[in-house]
Protein backbone atom coordinates (compact mmCIF):
# COMPACT_ATOMS: atom_id res chain seq x y z
CA UNK A 1 0.00 0.00 0.00
CA UNK A 2 1.24 3.25 -0.55
CA UNK A 3 2.11 5.51 2.43
CA UNK A 4 1.95 9.17 0.19
CA UNK A 5 -0.18 10.41 -2.08
CA UNK A 6 0.23 13.63 -4.38
CA UNK A 7 -2.13 16.46 -3.80
CA UNK A 8 -2.78 16.96 -7.36
CA UNK A 9 -2.92 13.85 -9.51
CA UNK A 10 -3.86 11.45 -6.39
CA UNK A 11 -0.94 8.99 -7.89
CA UNK A 12 0.44 6.70 -5.02
CA UNK A 13 4.23 6.63 -3.77
CA UNK A 14 6.52 5.00 -1.46
CA UNK A 15 8.73 7.22 -0.54
CA UNK A 16 8.35 11.19 0.61
CA UNK A 17 8.75 13.35 -2.73
CA UNK A 18 7.94 16.40 -3.20
CA UNK A 19 4.04 17.47 -3.66
CA UNK A 20 2.98 14.07 -2.06
CA UNK A 21 1.64 14.08 1.23
CA UNK A 22 1.28 11.07 3.92
CA UNK A 23 -1.75 9.28 4.18
CA UNK A 24 -3.20 8.27 7.34
CA UNK A 25 -3.78 4.70 8.54
CA UNK A 26 -6.91 3.85 7.12
CA UNK A 27 -8.38 0.58 6.81
CA UNK A 28 -9.46 -0.87 3.30
CA UNK A 29 -12.62 -3.20 2.72
CA UNK A 30 -11.43 -6.63 2.02
CA UNK A 31 -10.41 -6.91 -1.64
CA UNK A 32 -9.90 -3.23 -2.37
CA UNK A 33 -6.57 -2.50 -3.80
CA UNK A 34 -4.49 0.97 -2.71
CA UNK A 35 -4.74 2.21 -5.80
CA UNK A 36 -8.41 3.43 -5.11
CA UNK A 37 -7.05 5.50 -2.11
CA UNK A 38 -7.61 9.06 -3.48
CA UNK A 39 -7.79 12.61 -1.98
CA UNK A 40 -10.83 14.44 -1.55
CA UNK A 41 -11.11 18.30 -2.37
CA UNK A 42 -9.01 19.32 0.23
CA UNK A 43 -5.83 17.58 -0.24
CA UNK A 44 -5.24 15.67 2.92
CA UNK A 45 -8.45 13.46 3.39
CA UNK A 46 -8.15 9.94 1.64
CA UNK A 47 -11.23 8.34 0.11
CA UNK A 48 -11.58 4.79 -1.39
CA UNK A 49 -12.78 5.26 -5.16
CA UNK A 50 -14.32 2.29 -5.72
CA UNK A 51 -15.25 1.71 -9.35
CA UNK A 52 -18.64 0.78 -9.87
CA UNK A 53 -20.16 -1.16 -13.34
CA UNK A 54 -22.19 0.87 -15.29
CA UNK A 55 -24.55 -1.73 -16.92
CA UNK A 56 -24.16 -5.20 -17.86
CA UNK A 57 -26.31 -5.75 -20.99
CA UNK A 58 -28.12 -8.83 -20.01
CA UNK A 59 -29.48 -7.54 -16.71
CA UNK A 60 -30.75 -4.25 -19.13
CA UNK A 61 -32.45 -6.50 -21.29
CA UNK A 62 -34.06 -8.72 -17.98
CA UNK A 63 -35.42 -5.58 -16.79
CA UNK A 64 -36.89 -4.01 -19.82
CA UNK A 65 -38.88 -7.41 -20.80
CA UNK A 66 -40.73 -7.14 -17.21
CA UNK A 67 -41.75 -4.05 -17.73
CA UNK A 68 -42.59 -4.74 -21.23
CA UNK A 69 -44.99 -7.54 -19.37
CA UNK A 70 -46.16 -5.35 -16.08
CA UNK A 71 -47.08 -2.40 -19.03
CA UNK A 72 -49.38 -5.09 -20.47
CA UNK A 73 -50.67 -6.34 -17.27
CA UNK A 74 -51.30 -2.37 -16.59
CA UNK A 75 -53.13 -1.68 -20.10
CA UNK A 76 -55.63 -5.00 -19.50
CA UNK A 77 -56.35 -3.89 -15.97
CA UNK A 78 -56.93 -0.78 -16.70
CA UNK A 79 -59.51 -0.82 -19.49
CA UNK A 80 -61.31 -3.81 -17.54
CA UNK A 81 -61.60 -1.97 -14.40
CA UNK A 82 -62.92 0.76 -16.37
CA UNK A 83 -65.24 -0.80 -18.82
CA UNK A 84 -65.00 -4.61 -18.16
CA UNK A 85 -63.42 -7.48 -19.05
CA UNK A 86 -64.34 -8.56 -22.25
CA UNK A 87 -62.57 -9.27 -24.72
CA UNK A 88 -64.31 -7.48 -27.35
CA UNK A 89 -63.70 -3.87 -25.18
CA UNK A 90 -60.21 -5.13 -24.49
CA UNK A 91 -59.35 -5.57 -27.65
CA UNK A 92 -60.69 -2.13 -29.00
CA UNK A 93 -59.58 -0.06 -26.03
CA UNK A 94 -55.76 -1.68 -26.84
CA UNK A 95 -54.83 -0.06 -30.10
CA UNK A 96 -53.80 3.12 -28.61
CA UNK A 97 -52.24 1.67 -25.27
CA UNK A 98 -49.45 0.21 -27.64
CA UNK A 99 -47.61 3.19 -27.81
CA UNK A 100 -47.14 2.82 -24.20
CA UNK A 101 -45.03 0.35 -24.85
CA UNK A 102 -42.67 2.34 -26.38
CA UNK A 103 -42.91 5.42 -24.48
CA UNK A 104 -43.28 4.06 -21.31
CA UNK A 105 -39.38 2.44 -21.59
CA UNK A 106 -37.90 5.61 -22.96
CA UNK A 107 -39.56 7.51 -20.29
CA UNK A 108 -37.90 5.08 -17.95
CA UNK A 109 -34.80 4.96 -19.55
CA UNK A 110 -34.60 9.12 -19.78
CA UNK A 111 -34.41 8.67 -15.82
CA UNK A 112 -31.85 6.45 -15.75
CA UNK A 113 -33.80 3.55 -14.66
CA UNK A 114 -32.30 0.72 -16.86
CA UNK A 115 -28.86 1.22 -15.16
CA UNK A 116 -29.21 -2.13 -13.04
CA UNK A 117 -25.71 -0.66 -10.53
CA UNK A 118 -26.09 2.33 -9.60
CA UNK A 119 -28.17 1.77 -6.50
CA UNK A 120 -30.96 4.39 -5.65
CA UNK A 121 -32.43 4.91 -2.21
CA UNK A 122 -35.92 3.82 -1.66
CA UNK A 123 -37.44 7.08 -1.79
CA UNK A 124 -35.00 8.27 -5.14
CA UNK A 125 -36.42 4.88 -7.36
CA UNK A 126 -40.06 5.98 -6.21
CA UNK A 127 -39.47 9.92 -7.07
CA UNK A 128 -37.76 8.98 -10.01
CA UNK A 129 -40.48 6.07 -10.98
CA UNK A 130 -43.10 8.93 -10.67
CA UNK A 131 -41.23 11.42 -12.87
CA UNK A 132 -40.59 8.84 -15.38
CA UNK A 133 -44.33 7.67 -15.71
CA UNK A 134 -45.66 11.35 -15.45
CA UNK A 135 -43.23 12.05 -18.67
CA UNK A 136 -44.81 8.61 -20.50
CA UNK A 137 -48.25 9.32 -19.39
CA UNK A 138 -47.98 12.60 -21.04
CA UNK A 139 -46.02 11.78 -24.12
CA UNK A 140 -48.59 8.74 -24.54
CA UNK A 141 -51.67 11.31 -24.54
CA UNK A 142 -49.66 13.32 -27.12
CA UNK A 143 -49.56 10.44 -29.19
CA UNK A 144 -53.39 9.54 -28.67
CA UNK A 145 -54.09 13.27 -29.66
CA UNK A 146 -51.52 13.07 -33.15
CA UNK A 147 -53.02 10.14 -34.12
CA UNK A 148 -56.53 8.65 -32.86
CA UNK A 149 -56.21 5.13 -33.81
CA UNK A 150 -59.08 4.18 -31.77
CA UNK A 151 -61.48 5.29 -28.29
CA UNK A 152 -59.07 5.77 -24.84
CA UNK A 153 -60.75 8.12 -22.31
CA UNK A 154 -58.68 9.85 -19.65
CA UNK A 155 -59.67 7.48 -16.77
CA UNK A 156 -58.19 4.39 -18.51
CA UNK A 157 -55.21 7.04 -19.29
CA UNK A 158 -54.68 7.94 -15.61
CA UNK A 159 -55.65 5.05 -13.95
CA UNK A 160 -52.88 3.10 -16.14
CA UNK A 161 -50.21 5.61 -15.16
CA UNK A 162 -51.00 4.68 -11.63
CA UNK A 163 -50.93 0.87 -12.08
CA UNK A 164 -47.34 1.70 -14.07
CA UNK A 165 -46.11 3.32 -11.63
CA UNK A 166 -46.99 1.09 -8.65
CA UNK A 167 -46.06 -2.42 -10.63
CA UNK A 168 -43.04 -0.24 -12.10
CA UNK A 169 -41.57 0.13 -8.30
CA UNK A 170 -42.56 -3.73 -7.28
CA UNK A 171 -40.59 -5.14 -9.78
CA UNK A 172 -37.33 -3.12 -9.12
CA UNK A 173 -37.95 -4.11 -5.50
CA UNK A 174 -38.19 -7.54 -6.55
CA UNK A 175 -35.42 -7.81 -9.50
CA UNK A 176 -32.98 -6.14 -6.28
CA UNK A 177 -33.65 -9.37 -4.71
CA UNK A 178 -33.70 -12.29 -6.86
CA UNK A 179 -31.86 -11.43 -10.21
CA UNK A 180 -28.60 -9.53 -8.36
CA UNK A 181 -28.54 -12.36 -5.87
CA UNK A 182 -29.03 -14.90 -8.18
CA UNK A 183 -28.02 -16.12 -11.55
CA UNK A 184 -25.01 -18.42 -13.30
CA UNK A 185 -22.15 -17.10 -13.68
CA UNK A 186 -18.85 -18.65 -15.90
CA UNK A 187 -15.89 -19.80 -14.32
CA UNK A 188 -12.76 -17.71 -15.38
CA UNK A 189 -9.18 -17.05 -14.56
CA UNK A 190 -7.10 -13.91 -14.95
CA UNK A 191 -4.00 -14.22 -16.19
CA UNK A 192 -1.97 -11.37 -14.79
CA UNK A 193 -2.14 -10.45 -10.65
CA UNK A 194 -0.26 -6.71 -11.03
CA UNK A 195 -2.66 -4.06 -11.33
CA UNK A 196 -4.81 -4.81 -14.36
CA UNK A 197 -5.51 -8.32 -13.31
CA UNK A 198 -6.92 -6.60 -9.56
CA UNK A 199 -8.90 -3.74 -11.55
CA UNK A 200 -10.69 -6.10 -13.15
CA UNK A 201 -11.30 -8.67 -10.64
CA UNK A 202 -12.99 -5.85 -8.24
CA UNK A 203 -14.80 -5.16 -11.30
CA UNK A 204 -16.04 -9.36 -12.03
CA UNK A 205 -16.81 -9.26 -7.93
CA UNK A 206 -20.22 -7.49 -8.68
CA UNK A 207 -22.99 -9.35 -8.37
CA UNK A 208 -24.27 -8.43 -11.75
CA UNK A 209 -20.80 -9.90 -12.96
CA UNK A 210 -21.35 -12.52 -15.59
CA UNK A 211 -18.05 -14.07 -14.76
CA UNK A 212 -16.92 -16.07 -11.57
CA UNK A 213 -13.31 -15.55 -10.90
CA UNK A 214 -11.69 -18.85 -9.97
CA UNK A 215 -7.96 -17.72 -9.05
CA UNK A 216 -5.13 -15.59 -11.00
CA UNK A 217 -2.35 -16.79 -13.04
CA UNK A 218 0.77 -14.92 -12.29
CA UNK A 219 4.92 -15.93 -13.75
CA UNK A 220 6.28 -13.69 -10.88
CA UNK A 221 7.57 -16.66 -7.96
CA UNK A 222 6.64 -13.51 -5.50
CA UNK A 223 3.14 -13.73 -5.81
CA UNK A 224 2.82 -17.49 -6.49
CA UNK A 225 0.84 -19.02 -3.62
CA UNK A 226 0.80 -15.96 -1.72
CA UNK A 227 -2.26 -15.53 0.87
CA UNK A 228 -4.63 -13.12 -1.51
CA UNK A 229 -8.26 -13.91 -2.26
CA UNK A 230 -8.20 -15.23 -4.75
CA UNK A 231 -4.69 -16.85 -4.73
CA UNK A 232 -2.21 -17.23 -7.49
CA UNK A 233 -2.80 -20.92 -8.93
CA UNK A 234 -0.17 -21.07 -11.14
CA UNK A 235 2.06 -19.97 -14.38
CA UNK A 236 0.74 -19.22 -17.54
CA UNK A 237 2.52 -22.09 -19.00
CA UNK A 238 0.14 -24.13 -16.63
CA UNK A 239 -2.67 -22.72 -17.85
CA UNK A 240 -4.48 -25.80 -19.48
CA UNK A 241 -3.73 -27.58 -16.27
CA UNK A 242 -5.17 -24.88 -14.06
CA UNK A 243 -8.71 -24.70 -15.87
CA UNK A 244 -8.96 -27.85 -16.22
CA UNK A 245 -9.08 -28.34 -12.53
CA UNK A 246 -11.15 -25.01 -11.85
CA UNK A 247 -13.33 -25.78 -14.79
CA UNK A 248 -12.80 -22.77 -16.01
CA UNK A 249 -13.44 -21.92 -20.28
CA UNK A 250 -12.61 -18.16 -20.12
CA UNK A 251 -9.60 -16.42 -19.28
CA UNK A 252 -9.23 -12.76 -19.11
CA UNK A 253 -5.96 -11.41 -20.26
CA UNK A 254 -4.52 -8.92 -17.83
CA UNK A 255 -1.00 -8.12 -18.86
CA UNK A 256 -1.33 -5.23 -21.33
CA UNK A 257 2.57 -4.97 -22.27
CA UNK A 258 5.80 -6.71 -22.13
CA UNK A 259 4.33 -10.11 -23.13
CA UNK A 260 7.36 -12.42 -23.58
CA UNK A 261 7.25 -14.83 -26.56
CA UNK A 262 6.67 -17.70 -23.95
CA UNK A 263 3.45 -16.38 -22.56
CA UNK A 264 1.75 -15.76 -26.27
CA UNK A 265 2.40 -19.08 -26.97
CA UNK A 266 1.24 -20.45 -23.37
CA UNK A 267 -2.09 -17.97 -25.12
CA UNK A 268 -2.30 -19.08 -28.30
CA UNK A 269 -2.33 -23.29 -27.68
CA UNK A 270 -4.85 -22.49 -24.71
CA UNK A 271 -6.94 -20.66 -27.54
CA UNK A 272 -6.48 -23.98 -29.92
CA UNK A 273 -7.75 -26.31 -27.34
CA UNK A 274 -11.07 -24.38 -27.04
CA UNK A 275 -10.87 -21.69 -24.15
CA UNK A 276 -12.07 -18.27 -25.04
CA UNK A 277 -9.09 -15.77 -24.23
CA UNK A 278 -10.36 -12.24 -23.98
CA UNK A 279 -8.08 -9.14 -23.68
CA UNK A 280 -8.97 -7.11 -20.09
CA UNK A 281 -9.84 -4.13 -21.52
CA UNK A 282 -12.34 -5.46 -23.82
CA UNK A 283 -14.22 -7.10 -20.74
CA UNK A 284 -13.77 -3.86 -18.86
CA UNK A 285 -14.83 -2.02 -22.06
CA UNK A 286 -17.77 -3.85 -22.57
CA UNK A 287 -19.14 -4.40 -18.53
CA UNK A 288 -18.70 -0.54 -18.06
CA UNK A 289 -18.15 1.77 -20.90
CA UNK A 290 -15.31 3.03 -20.03
CA UNK A 291 -11.49 2.33 -21.63
CA UNK A 292 -8.78 1.64 -19.17
CA UNK A 293 -6.48 4.27 -19.93
CA UNK A 294 -4.36 2.49 -17.32
CA UNK A 295 -4.60 -0.64 -18.43
CA UNK A 296 -4.03 -0.39 -22.18
CA UNK A 297 -1.06 0.24 -24.92
CA UNK A 298 -0.32 1.74 -27.88
CA UNK A 299 -1.14 -2.01 -29.14
CA UNK A 300 -4.12 -2.15 -28.03
CA UNK A 301 -5.38 1.02 -28.98
CA UNK A 302 -4.09 0.72 -32.67
CA UNK A 303 -5.57 -2.72 -33.68
CA UNK A 304 -8.78 -2.33 -30.92
CA UNK A 305 -11.78 -2.38 -32.81
CA UNK A 306 -14.06 0.43 -33.62
CA UNK A 307 -12.92 4.19 -34.12
CA UNK A 308 -14.70 3.44 -37.71
CA UNK A 309 -17.08 7.12 -37.75
CA UNK A 310 -13.29 8.95 -37.62
CA UNK A 311 -13.10 8.01 -41.16
CA UNK A 312 -16.27 8.01 -42.31
CA UNK A 313 -17.21 11.53 -44.25
CA UNK A 314 -20.99 10.44 -44.92
CA UNK A 315 -21.60 10.52 -41.21
CA UNK A 316 -19.24 12.90 -40.29
CA UNK A 317 -21.34 15.43 -42.92
CA UNK A 318 -24.56 13.97 -41.87
CA UNK A 319 -24.07 14.75 -38.23
CA UNK A 320 -23.00 18.38 -39.29
CA UNK A 321 -26.29 19.01 -40.69
CA UNK A 322 -28.25 17.76 -38.22
CA UNK A 323 -26.15 19.47 -35.84
CA UNK A 324 -26.55 23.04 -37.75
CA UNK A 325 -30.63 22.31 -37.85
CA UNK A 326 -30.90 21.39 -34.20
CA UNK A 327 -28.73 24.60 -33.27
CA UNK A 328 -30.79 27.13 -35.67
CA UNK A 329 -34.22 25.12 -33.93
CA UNK A 330 -33.06 25.49 -29.99
CA UNK A 331 -31.43 29.22 -30.61
CA UNK A 332 -34.97 30.23 -32.30
CA UNK A 333 -37.24 28.15 -29.70
CA UNK A 334 -35.09 29.68 -26.56
CA UNK A 335 -34.91 32.76 -27.07
CA UNK A 336 -37.11 34.04 -24.39
CA UNK A 337 -35.53 32.38 -22.19
CA UNK A 338 -32.23 33.86 -23.15
CA UNK A 339 -33.69 37.13 -22.90
CA UNK A 340 -34.85 36.45 -19.41
CA UNK A 341 -31.42 35.73 -18.75
CA UNK A 342 -29.74 38.37 -19.88
CA UNK A 343 -31.94 40.34 -17.75
CA UNK A 344 -31.50 38.53 -14.69
CA UNK A 345 -27.56 38.91 -14.92
CA UNK A 346 -27.44 42.42 -15.23
CA UNK A 347 -29.67 42.84 -12.30
CA UNK A 348 -27.91 41.03 -10.12
CA UNK A 349 -24.48 41.97 -10.44
CA UNK A 350 -22.28 44.33 -12.24
CA UNK A 351 -19.90 42.96 -15.44
CA UNK A 352 -20.61 41.22 -18.50
CA UNK A 353 -23.41 39.11 -19.47
CA UNK A 354 -21.79 36.54 -21.52
CA UNK A 355 -18.45 34.59 -20.09
CA UNK A 356 -15.94 33.88 -23.18
CA UNK A 357 -13.23 31.65 -22.42
CA UNK A 358 -10.44 30.14 -25.34
CA UNK A 359 -10.97 26.40 -25.51
CA UNK A 360 -9.24 22.92 -27.26
CA UNK A 361 -11.16 21.86 -30.03
CA UNK A 362 -11.01 19.10 -32.87
CA UNK A 363 -7.32 18.59 -34.10
CA UNK A 364 -6.12 21.13 -31.05
CA UNK A 365 -7.95 23.93 -32.59
CA UNK A 366 -8.20 26.64 -30.28
CA UNK A 367 -11.85 28.51 -30.15
CA UNK A 368 -13.66 30.68 -27.98
CA UNK A 369 -16.43 29.71 -25.77
CA UNK A 370 -19.62 31.24 -25.10
CA UNK A 371 -21.67 30.98 -21.80
CA UNK A 372 -23.93 33.49 -19.83
CA UNK A 373 -21.95 34.79 -17.21
CA UNK A 374 -22.37 32.82 -13.46
CA UNK A 375 -19.72 33.88 -11.14
CA UNK A 376 -18.73 37.45 -10.12
CA UNK A 377 -17.30 39.88 -12.72
CA UNK A 378 -12.93 38.97 -12.60
CA UNK A 379 -13.91 35.84 -10.42
CA UNK A 380 -10.48 34.75 -12.51
CA UNK A 381 -8.18 37.42 -12.17
CA UNK A 382 -5.63 34.95 -10.03
CA UNK A 383 -5.66 32.67 -13.26
CA UNK A 384 -7.84 29.52 -14.11
CA UNK A 385 -8.83 27.27 -11.16
CA UNK A 386 -10.98 24.05 -10.91
CA UNK A 387 -14.82 24.15 -10.63
CA UNK A 388 -15.21 23.53 -6.73
CA UNK A 389 -18.50 22.43 -4.69
CA UNK A 390 -20.21 25.23 -3.44
CA UNK A 391 -18.06 27.71 -5.29
CA UNK A 392 -18.08 31.08 -3.76
CA UNK A 393 -17.54 33.25 -6.59
CA UNK A 394 -20.98 31.91 -8.65
CA UNK A 395 -23.74 34.59 -8.42
CA UNK A 396 -27.15 34.39 -6.91
CA UNK A 397 -28.53 33.91 -10.45
CA UNK A 398 -25.48 32.03 -11.63
CA UNK A 399 -26.23 29.56 -9.57
CA UNK A 400 -29.69 28.93 -11.09
CA UNK A 401 -28.23 29.13 -14.57
CA UNK A 402 -25.73 26.72 -13.98
CA UNK A 403 -28.82 24.32 -11.86
CA UNK A 404 -30.84 24.24 -14.87
CA UNK A 405 -27.87 24.25 -17.48
CA UNK A 406 -29.19 27.57 -18.79
CA UNK A 407 -25.83 29.08 -18.64
CA UNK A 408 -24.71 26.26 -21.37
CA UNK A 409 -27.05 27.91 -24.04
CA UNK A 410 -24.73 30.39 -25.49
CA UNK A 411 -22.77 26.94 -26.46
CA UNK A 412 -25.50 26.65 -29.08
CA UNK A 413 -23.69 29.46 -31.18
CA UNK A 414 -20.41 27.31 -31.59
CA UNK A 415 -22.47 25.04 -32.58
CA UNK A 416 -24.30 26.08 -34.88
CA UNK A 417 -20.87 27.85 -36.39
CA UNK A 418 -19.33 24.30 -36.38
CA UNK A 419 -16.87 24.91 -33.87
CA UNK A 420 -18.97 21.98 -31.86
CA UNK A 421 -21.26 19.32 -32.49
CA UNK A 422 -24.50 18.70 -29.70
CA UNK A 423 -22.99 15.81 -28.44
CA UNK A 424 -18.96 14.86 -27.77
CA UNK A 425 -16.46 15.22 -25.69
CA UNK A 426 -16.77 18.31 -23.25
CA UNK A 427 -14.20 20.84 -24.51
CA UNK A 428 -11.58 22.29 -21.86
CA UNK A 429 -9.49 24.63 -21.56
CA UNK A 430 -5.68 24.92 -22.90
CA UNK A 431 -4.07 25.53 -20.02
CA UNK A 432 -5.85 22.16 -18.41
CA UNK A 433 -5.25 20.65 -21.49
CA UNK A 434 -1.45 21.01 -21.26
CA UNK A 435 -1.18 19.50 -17.91
CA UNK A 436 -3.88 16.71 -18.79
CA UNK A 437 -1.84 15.35 -21.75
CA UNK A 438 1.50 15.24 -19.96
CA UNK A 439 -0.03 12.93 -17.29
CA UNK A 440 -3.19 11.52 -18.48
CA UNK A 441 -2.27 9.10 -21.73
CA UNK A 442 -4.00 9.40 -24.55
CA UNK A 443 -5.84 12.05 -23.55
CA UNK A 444 -4.85 13.45 -27.02
CA UNK A 445 -7.70 11.13 -28.66
CA UNK A 446 -10.40 13.33 -27.38
CA UNK A 447 -9.74 15.92 -30.04
CA UNK A 448 -9.88 13.89 -32.91
CA UNK A 449 -13.71 14.57 -32.99
CA UNK A 450 -15.42 17.98 -32.52
CA UNK A 451 -16.39 18.53 -28.45
CA UNK A 452 -20.19 18.72 -28.06
CA UNK A 453 -21.77 20.36 -25.63
CA UNK A 454 -23.30 16.95 -23.95
CA UNK A 455 -21.33 13.99 -24.19
CA UNK A 456 -20.69 10.14 -22.60
CA UNK A 457 -18.67 11.33 -20.02
CA UNK A 458 -21.35 13.80 -18.72
CA UNK A 459 -24.10 11.84 -18.48
CA UNK A 460 -22.08 8.85 -16.35
CA UNK A 461 -20.07 10.68 -14.18
CA UNK A 462 -19.97 13.96 -11.68
CA UNK A 463 -18.70 17.34 -12.57
CA UNK A 464 -14.27 17.36 -12.78
CA UNK A 465 -12.63 19.51 -10.12
CA UNK A 466 -9.01 17.22 -10.35
CA UNK A 467 -6.40 15.47 -12.77
CA UNK A 468 -8.37 12.16 -10.93
CA UNK A 469 -12.02 12.97 -12.26
CA UNK A 470 -10.34 14.20 -15.58
CA UNK A 471 -8.40 10.71 -16.05
CA UNK A 472 -12.44 8.81 -15.48
CA UNK A 473 -14.06 11.15 -17.61
CA UNK A 474 -11.06 10.46 -20.47
CA UNK A 475 -12.20 6.59 -19.78
CA UNK A 476 -15.22 7.65 -21.18
CA UNK A 477 -14.89 9.73 -23.52
CA UNK A 478 -12.40 7.03 -25.04
CA UNK A 479 -15.35 5.14 -25.60
CA UNK A 480 -17.37 7.22 -27.18
CA UNK A 481 -14.68 8.23 -30.04
CA UNK A 482 -14.24 4.29 -30.09
CA UNK A 483 -17.97 3.57 -30.96
CA UNK A 484 -19.60 6.82 -32.02
CA UNK A 485 -22.47 6.80 -33.97
CA UNK A 486 -25.52 8.43 -34.83
CA UNK A 487 -27.61 5.78 -32.46
CA UNK A 488 -24.96 6.52 -29.30
CA UNK A 489 -25.87 10.05 -29.82
CA UNK A 490 -29.39 9.87 -29.40
CA UNK A 491 -28.79 7.34 -26.34
CA UNK A 492 -26.92 10.30 -24.90
CA UNK A 493 -29.41 12.73 -25.73
CA UNK A 494 -32.47 10.94 -24.39
CA UNK A 495 -30.06 10.34 -21.04
CA UNK A 496 -29.12 14.29 -21.30
CA UNK A 497 -32.69 15.16 -20.25
CA UNK A 498 -33.10 13.53 -17.35
CA UNK A 499 -29.73 14.31 -16.31
CA UNK A 500 -30.93 18.26 -16.72
CA UNK A 501 -34.19 17.85 -15.34
CA UNK A 502 -33.01 16.11 -12.29
CA UNK A 503 -29.65 18.28 -12.40
CA UNK A 504 -27.61 15.31 -11.68
CA UNK A 505 -23.98 16.83 -12.04
CA UNK A 506 -24.69 20.62 -11.91
CA UNK A 507 -22.34 22.51 -9.92
Not at 320 to 325: H, K, M, Q, S
Not at 447 to 472: C, F, M
Request: aromatic residues 12%.
Amino acid sequence: MHKYLHRDTNWGHDAPLPGYVPLPEIKLPDGTDASNIVLEEDGKTPRIDLEVPLGFPRHRWLLLLGDVVLICLAVVLSIGLRTGFHWNTISLYSIEPAFTLILYPLAFYIFDLYNVERVYRSWETTFRSAIAVALGAFLTVGAFYIVPFGPYGRGIMIMEAILVWYLLNVWRWSYGIIFQKTGQKAPALILGAGFCGKSIYRLLKSPLSPYEVKGFLDDDPDVLGAAASPTVMGRSDQLLEVAARVGAHTVILAIPRNRSVELIRSILNARFKGIDIRDMADVYESLTGRIPVRSIGDQWLLFAQGFYLLRTDFVQRLKRVLDFLASGLILFLMSPIIGLAIVAIKMDSPGPVFYTQQRVGKDRQVFTIYKFRSMTYEAESGGARWAQEKDPRVTRVGKFLRLTHIDELPQIWNIFRGEMSIVGPRPERPEFVDVLEAQLPYYFVRHTVKPGLTGWAQINYRYGASVEDARNKLEYDLYYVKNMSLFLDLKILLRTVGVVLLRDGAR
